[in-house]
């Protein structure tokens, strides 16, 4: 299993703010997907240094939550390791969100830090 990107995720009800704030320092948004696990919207922003940060608006959080996305190339590979390590999956039933170009899931660890483990699916 390969990583093919890593960067802090914000999720929060208010993104329009978080996305404000980011864009005054340096950050643009360079990628938007919608519609996902219900009414989800999650924008890719990146600045000129080459740092990343994903503001993800999710209206169900009691409040803010920072995770870290971690992109692989083998879902599977990545979900076995995790596990393994005694990472649980929060959706029920182990779900995992499949959008046609892509598969993730938020994971957390025993001690409770989580990350969001996505796979983007190419043609």
């Not at 005054?24 to 740092?51: P, Q």
């Not at 892509?102 to 409770?112: E, F, H």
């Amino acid at each position: 299993m390969k990583i093919t990107s890593f960067n802090p995720l914000i999720l929060t009800k208010d993104a329009e703010s978080a996305i404000a704030l980011f864009e005054a320092l340096g950050f643009e948004r360079r990628h938007m997907k919608t519609g996902f696990s219900g009414d989800i919207t999650s924008v890719s922003m990146k600045n000129s240094d080459g740092f990343h940060v994903d503001v993800t608006k999710v209206d169900t959080l009691p409040g803010d939550m920072v995770t870290i996305r971690v992109n692989v190339d083998n879902f599977e590979e990545a979900y076995e390791l995790l596990t393994a390590r005694g990472f649980k999956n929060i959706h029920e039933g182990d779900g995992v969100t499949n959008t046609g170009s892509s598969r993730a899931t938020m994971m957390v660890s025993p001690s409770g830090f989580s990350i969001s483990l996505v796979q983007h699916i190419k043609d």
